[in-house]
């Protein structure tokens, strides 16, 4: 990508619908005064449909830097783009997009390296199966992520045939060994050294009970309400938890990086208005 120099009121967003309650303005706005890059660069949000986001893209000036994208709009903007990432292109969902100097529209993937980046920071850098409960976006991202860093089977627990198909189908693309079995023995995943939720807020509460007595790790992808019931009964079990929370942050670090240009650390005091934000 083009590097691109810093000039005042360099403009970055995020664009979803609905998109009121994205923490994402607090998190980039927080890194930006933290580095005092505050008078040159602002974060806001926008609420832009699939309808909406090819005259929105269109009319960006040149003070744009870069957007952040939620649902419904991560494989809808693929088209109205110059450029994607492998990672990107690997799971056809793009959350970054970078505004180079030179005006191209370049998309990638900044959850599946935030994923990675939350469990390594937790010490888990390698393992040798894992479990995803779930199987939508965020499912592919988490076996694109878990292509990097698990070695053995992953199981991925869903509720329909055809969404058996479609992880068998994304295993085979992003190179891991993926079985599939019925969400009724969603239970069992918790056998697994690594267990990685997908699903919404509500969507594992009645598993919550199921948790036995020793545990793996567990990354919920939920940030609110938070604990789940599910990640609370695992903290009370003693095994590592993480939250919707450190992906957010940590996919949000890259997504910064690629924005400014600036490499220094901005992960604590993203991690800081997070957390102000959900309290």
């Not at 567990?218 to 919707?244: C, H, I, K, M, N």
């Not at 940590?250 to 240009?261: C, P, S």
Request: proline letters at 6%; glycine letters at 10%.
């Amino acid at each position: 990508m083009t590097a691109r120099v810093a000039e005042p009121h360099n403009r970055t967003a995020v664009l979803g619908s609905p998109i009121a309650h994205s923490l994402s303005p607090q998190l980039h706005n927080a890194a930006y005064r933290a580095l005092g890059l505050d008078d040159e660069w602002t974060y806001d949000r926008f609420d832009v449909d699939e309808a909406a986001l090819p005259g929105f893209l269109a009319g960006l000036g040149p003070q744009w830097a870069g957007l952040s994208l939620t649902m419904p709009l991560k494989r809808a903007v693929i088209p109205l783009l110059d450029e994607i990432t492998d990672a990107a292109a690997s799971v056809e969902a793009v959350n970054t997009v970078v505004l180079t100097a030179d005006g191209r529209k370049v998309g990638d993937n900044t959850d599946i390296p935030g994923l990675v980046a939350a469990l390594r920071e937790r010490g888990v850098g390698e393992v040798g199966s894992a479990a995803i409960l779930g199987a939508g976006a965020t499912a592919s991202s988490a076996l694109a992520a878990l292509a990097r860093i698990c070695s053995g089977e992953v199981v991925a627990y869903v509720r329909s045939e055809q969404r058996a198909d479609e992880m068998r189908g994304w295993g085979e693309r992003l190179g891991v060994r993926v079985r599939t079995a019925d969400w009724a023995d969603a239970a069992r995943a918790f056998e697994a050294p690594l267990v990685i939720s997908t699903t919404p807020k509500g969507g594992t509460d009645h598993l919550a009970a199921a948790v036995p007595a020793q545990v793996g790790t567990l990354f919920d992808v939920v940030y609110d309400p938070w604990p789940t019931p599910l990640a609370a009964a695992w903290q009370e079990r003693g095994g590592p938890v993480l939250s919707g929370l450190d992906l957010l942050v940590h996919q949000a670090v890259f997504q910064f990086e690629q924005f400014t240009g600036d490499k220094r650390p901005v992960l604590d005091a993203m991690r800081t208005a997070g957390l102000k934000a959900l309290s």
